[in-house]
């Protein structure tokens, strides 16, 4: 099946919308201060966050984002991580997803890296 390029980002602290269809947490960490009804998740896809040797390095520093993006795809071929990648792959291909981070931007996150993978054509 073809990914519907229904992928979005968001953060975890937001309320869920209509639109979101599935909501993923993608970070290692659980939030802090975020209670689990609080968050209103369908899954926690931890095994898919980036090590934490290249989250310290990243810091979420704009600057380092391509870097970050570039490195954050080579961990993704690590077993675990691709097939965390391959479930949400299939999650992606006949309903909407939500990667959610605790991240303050959310726009330079590891969130925004496996939505760029999941839309890619030729990927599911």
């Not at 095994?47 to 520093?61: C, E, F, M, N, Q």
């Not at 792959?89 to 969130?111: F, G, Y």
Request: aromatic share 6%; glycine share 6%; proline share 6%.
């Amino acid at each position: 099946m073809p990914n519907t390029g229904q992928v979005k980002v968001g953060r975890v602290y937001e309320q869920r919308t209509p639109d979101d269809g599935v909501r993923v947490l993608v970070d290692r960490i659980w939030p802090r201060g975020l209670s689990k009804d609080k968050a209103d998740l369908d899954e926690w896809c931890k095994h898919i966050a980036p090590s934490t040797v290249l989250r310290k390095w990243y810091g979420h520093d704009p600057a380092l984002f391509a870097e970050f993006g570039r490195r954050y795809r080579a961990e993704l071929t690590d077993p675990l991580r691709a097939e965390a990648l391959a479930h949400l792959r299939e999650l992606a291909t006949d309903q909407p997803v939500t990667l959610l981070t605790a991240t303050k931007n959310a726009e330079i996150s590891e969130a925004v890296v496996l939505a760029e993978l999941l839309d890619e054509p030729g990927t599911s």
